[in-house]
């Protein structure tokens, strides 16, 4: 059963940084697709940003453009969400979770945020004067 941590979230003030870790537990991610996805409280859980299995095809939410970047390191056993400017509405759990999608079975270049298959348990990001 392929497990995900996150790490990185905290306690940041309006307009700082925080980068967060997704990683997964005794299994690469070589032919995984990664999406990030948070929940505020009393909201529905969101899409923020998805990357392809081939790391080559990336999506945003409106919401972040041009101020989040999801990346994942050449070794594929780890995607990152470098969060820049963050706001107050950027407060919730963040999660990664992920979805096997290799050339063979379809999708190794889409980054659709739709269909994961497994979810980590949320990081808290809490941006707040």
């Known amino acids: 059963q392929l497990q995900l941590v996150e790490s990185g979230g905290g306690l940041v003030q309006p307009g700082g940084s925080l980068r967060l870790s997704c990683a997964a537990s005794?299994?690469?991610?070589?032919?995984?697709?990664i999406g990030w996805f948070r929940q505020a409280p009393g909201k529905e859980r969101e899409g923020v940003s998805c990357i392809s299995s081939s790391g080559s095809i990336t999506k945003y939410a409106d919401s972040v453009k041009g101020r989040f970047t999801i990346s994942r390191d050449n070794a594929k056993t780890t995607v990152f969400l470098q969060m820049n400017s963050l706001k107050p509405e950027d407060t919730a759990v963040y999660y990664c979770?992920?979805?096997?999608?290799?050339?063979?079975?379809?999708?190794?270049?889409?980054?659709?945020?739709?269909?994961?298959?497994?979810w980590g348990k949320g990081t808290l990001v809490t941006v707040s004067p």
């Open positions: 005794g299994f690469t991610l070589d032919y995984y697709a």
């Open positions: 979770a992920a979805a096997y999608r290799t050339i063979y079975s379809g999708g190794y270049y889409s980054a659709s945020c739709v269909g994961m298959d497994y």
